[in-house]
């Protein structure tokens, strides 16, 4: 069959998958466990001899069809959803490394993955942060024992963009795992496996699911990695080609043992709403530009941080990688400018921590998120007390313009 758009694939890709009753979404499915007349079969099942369903933790019908359309999505081989976003990158971090790794990961974080990875340094697994804006910085921090680089696409609040292509072509040369979260983004800006990713990361619960109404994450193996050159993978996992040892061991480690599995009711609801991805991020997009370029002629604004700006450092590599500059931005105000007073003036944009959501939501990031981990990493991360960060959402653009209208004008 010829190979059929992004949106089209994905309004389609449960109808295909042999549903019962000719339904056109994917039924949820509650059941925990599975039945089977004859016990070999399920003898066979967990031997992984036949394809089957064993127990809900590690298999849901709902969960696969999911699973399916995000791997259409990223172009990958396969893929394993989570509870949550964190779910994901903890489980899959885990499943892969071992006490005495060492991984580079960007110094621009999404602020729990970056309290995650301390954790890891707490467990044995070396953790050095570098500027990944430049893949020279990445190349510096790469030691004997390193065995995966991590990375976002665009990273929040700040919105570096992170030398996606270059850390590619390091990655492949020095046989590293490249693994990019691609939340801020989503698989309809921008494609990973395009730069060489290895594995991908999604919170659904951002921009794929969209209305702020279920949690979710997962990972994508984009079919690049040679599995068989990394030493971590367990004998019990190397039942099929290498090219799934991977996201087999991700499988068997992160979510079997671990166990941040994906509700059904969640997969539903994350199907449902990835089917307007490419209309809402369009949408979001587009006020999002709209709205950093009227704060980067306020006088009350000090400074914007939008890779749709000209200003921006990354301006031209968002412009070359991605569809569009995304629907994160941030705004540091003038001294004297409460952030709290500029907020609060605003009727439409709700204070709230969420992003990627169909409503403008905006948080001031150094008294919330970014609290916990104190004034000199903020600083180095280049997070104001004054900045607040705006996720854009799909809102009639006069009435989004007016709330900053009434906040400025304060
Ligand atoms: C929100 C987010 C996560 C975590 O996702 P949850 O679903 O909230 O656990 C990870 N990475 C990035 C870039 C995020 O924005």
């Avoid at 020095?174 to 395009?194: A, Q, R």
């Avoid at 709205?291 to 412009?319: I, M, N, W």
Wanted: glycine letters at 8%; one cysteine or more; hydrophobic letters at 40%.
């Amino acid at each position: 069959m010829t190979k059929k758009g992004f949106s089209t694939t994905n309004l389609h890709s449960d109808r295909k998958d042999n549903p019962e009753h000719g339904v056109l979404h994917k039924a949820i499915h509650p059941s925990v466990a599975y039945g089977y007349e004859d016990s070999r079969h399920l003898a066979e099942v967990f031997q992984g001899k036949r394809p089957g369903y064993n127990y809900g933790r590690q298999l849901n019908p709902t969960v696969t069809a999911l699973q399916n359309r995000i791997t259409a999505m990223e172009d990958g081989i396969a893929s394993i959803a989570f509870a949550t976003g964190m779910g994901a990158i903890a489980s899959t971090m885990l499943s892969l490394l071992r006490q005495g790794d060492h991984i580079v990961s960007s110094a621009f974080l999404f602020g729990n993955t970056n309290s995650l990875f301390g954790t890891f340094q707490n467990l044995g697994i070396e953790v050095t942060f570098a500027d990944a804006t430049e893949v020279c910085n990445v190349e510096q921090a790469i030691q004997s024992n390193t065995r995966l680089v991590f990375v976002e696409t665009i990273a929040n609040p700040v919105t570096q963009i992170a030398d996606l292509e270059a850390i590619g072509e390091l990655c492949q040369s020095k046989k590293l795992i490249y693994c990019v979260d691609n939340t801020m983004t989503s698989p309809h800006l921008f494609l990973p496996k395009t730069v060489g990713a290895s594995l991908v990361i999604n919170s659904l619960t951002k921009y794929i699911g969209g209305h702020g109404n279920a949690l979710g994450g997962i990972v994508t193996d984009s079919g690049l990695y040679d599995w068989s050159q990394f030493n971590n993978i367990n004998d019990t996992c190397k039942n099929d080609k290498p090219a799934l040892w991977g996201i087999t061991q991700i499988k068997k480690k992160g979510l079997r043992d671990m166990g941040a599995s994906l509700g059904p009711e969640a997969a539903h609801h994350l199907a449902v709403g990835s089917e307007t991805l490419p209309m809402r991020m369009h949408q979001a997009c587009a006020n999002a530009q709209v709205l950093a370029e009227f704060c980067a002629q306020a006088d009350q604004v000090k400074q914007v941080y939008y890779p749709g700006l000209k200003s921006h450092p990354q301006h031209r590599r968002a412009q070359q990688l991605f569809k569009n500059f995304g629907a994160i931005f941030s705004i540091d105000l003038i001294a004297g400018v409460d952030c709290f007073e500029f907020l609060n003036a605003m009727e439409t944009i709700v204070a709230s921590s969420n992003l990627g959501d169909t409503r403008t939501l905006a948080i001031p990031v150094a008294h919330t998120i970014y609290h916990e981990m104190g004034a000199e990493r903020r600083t180095s991360m280049g997070i104001a007390d004054s900045m607040i960060r705006f996720s854009v959402g799909i809102e009639d653009i006069d009435d989004l313009l007016a709330d900053f209208q009434r906040a400025v004008s304060l």
